[in-house]
Structure formats: C-alpha cells, structure tokens
C-alpha cells in the first residue's frame, strides 16, 4: 500500500510478488526512465533503460511500451530526456518543440501521446531557465502518472457496479468478461482501465473469468493480458479473435469491456483492430459493451463518428511472422509465403450506437454527447460563460 495526495492505493501490478509500474525513474539516476520492455513478455521480464528523446521515441513506436495511457506517460518523459540533452540555451525552445514533434510522431492513434506530450510542452514553454524547465518537465510527467493512476482506479470502482449487478442477476454465478487487445494493468500506470474494474470484483470476492482475444497481430491479448491476470490470480480462457461471436451466441459472454485510444465527444470508441466486431456481435447478441477510458483518452475536437482519427498501419512483417518460443528459444517465425501481400491496419472505430457506456475517473457515461457532457461539462462548447 502507498500514500499519494492523501489518498491510499492497493498496489496492484505485481510481478511474482513484487510491486512494479511501467515506466519510472530510475533509483538513484534522475537521468534515465526505466520501463518493462513489453516485448518480451510473457517469455521474459526485462527492463529497459531509456536515456534520450530519440530512444523514447524508438521505444513507443517499436511498441516495448504501449496502450495509451502508457505511450502518453512515455511521451511525456521523453520530453524531460529531450530537456536533459539540450546543451545549447539559446535555442532550448526550439529544439524541445521538435522533439515533441518527432515524439508525438512515434505513434499516431492514441490521443493520449499528443495529449500529454503537448502539456508538458506547455509547461516547459512557461518556465524560465533550463534548470526550471527541466524541473516543469519531471514534475508534469509526475502529476500524470499520479492522475492516470487514481483515473483507473476511479474506472474500477465505477465498473466494479456493473460487474455486482450482473454477478446479483446470476445469483453468484461466475461473470464471464471478453476482453480485447491489453488494456490492463502493462497499459496504464497500475489497474488498467478495461481490467480495473475486474481486479476489484475478483478481490472482493465476486466470481469472474476472463474471456481474452488473443488480438492478432502483436497478440497483446494471448501474451500480456494473459500474463497480468495469471499474476493477480483471475481465472481467465485465452480465445482465437473469430471465437467470441460463437461464445456470445452460445451465452459464454455476459459483458464485453475494452479499452480505447481515442474517443469522441459523441460516444464513438477507437481500439485495437476487432474491436468493431466484437461490439457488432455482442449488440446482435445483447449483450453489454462498454469502454473504459480515462478522459485524457477522449478527442474533444473529434466530429461525430471520429473518422478523421488517424488509424495506424503497421508493417507487414507483424503479419507475415508470429513469435514464440521454439525449443526455449525466442523465435520469429515466417507463417506465409515471403512475399504476400497484407494489410495492416492498427485499430478500427466502434460507432457511439454499438456502445452500451463509457466508464471513465468520472462515472458512467452514455455513449452519446449529453451524456459524456454531463460527466465533463468544462468542455462543453455549447455552454456560454
Ligand atoms: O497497439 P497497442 O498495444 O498500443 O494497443 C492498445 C490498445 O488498443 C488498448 O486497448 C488501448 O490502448 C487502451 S489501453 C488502456
């Protein structure tokens, strides 16, 4: 347990007993951020020190970090390493603005990079002399991860009520949970946003399994969500992606609860590729489909539909190849013949009319604009001073 503005945290991330986040800096050496290196998991628990800028930027788009809340947070320190480096005082302002650009580059559909990249920005831009701006860095990064921290835990207590009130309907019976993608605990700081609300029912004792899609092509499901829900002790199953339609029709599924990388005003969800299926199947099959996200996950500028989000494409080698382990050693295997042809394309975009509800730090929101306006109504445009 850990004391932070005077509230008090579960730490809930542990590995193998000990306590871990994703990203901090490193003891004893306020020069280098420390991170889990995520590609290796679940074959091989690695650190990885990141020292500049240029590295940071390597580390989100080579995804040894992702989910959104995480790439944010990266981004944000990878300011702080961009400060650190910049020898020249003269042109400091200029030379933290392009590596904002280059870091925000690293990855373009989580909103969250740019979000939290430009409010550092803003924060540097405001302070004096180097030494304060670096000290404007650290300290924003910090505030971050304090808030990201306490939004996923508020997204576990407001999701934990519907977890209780289908566990009640099922009179005690387990509450199956199809999850996509990672969107735990290796995402954020600690929690996770989908999976928060499932550590609390699991540790209050309310009986729930994990259905996880294996999320093809980096497989973050198979590997990371797998992992982080054997290391806190929830009983999951590990599924193909086709499989969750014939588990809906077959009532293995009682709720549906992804994350998201950047959500509309009006309610639409973007998230790891599938994840439109999966809210098509569980709507045919009425089933309820419901995002978490923290807030610094919604695009206030995005029109109805969020079509103008830019959705990844990734290389075809994440296609054309899958990883494991061969003979206890970490391989990298061609699947296909050498040169097919693939697309690739990162995420896909569930409209508000799919989604049961938006679970976020400030309740339980509709999918729809009143209704998130009501959660957050500072930014409502419509609203005259
Ligand atoms: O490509 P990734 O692994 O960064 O994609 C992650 C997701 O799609 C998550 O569902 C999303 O970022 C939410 S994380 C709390």
Redesign the pocket.
Known sequence: IFICKGSIFLQYMKVQDRHFETIWLKSGDPETIQVIDQRFLPFDFKIEDIATAEDMYTAIRE?HV????L?GIAGAFGLYLALLNIADHDEVDSRVRKAAVMLKSARPT?VNLAWAVDRVLLEVEKAGNIEEKKEKALETARQIIDEERISCLKIGEYGLKIIEEISRSKRGQTVNILTH???GWL??IDY???TAPVYLAHDRGIKVHVVVDETRP?N?GARLTCWELQQHGVPYTLIVDNAGGHMMQRNMIDLVI????RVSPYGDVV??IGTYLKALAARDNHIPFYAALPSSSIDWNLQEGAYETPIEERDGHEVRHMEGMVNECYTDMLIVSENTPVANF??DITPARLVTGLITEKGIAGANYKSIMKLFPEKNKNLFP
């Open positions: 995804m992702r989910g959104a809340p790439i989580a993608c990672n969107a995402a954020c996770g946003t989908a980096r973050q992804v994350g998201s990388d998230n790891k990162g995420f």
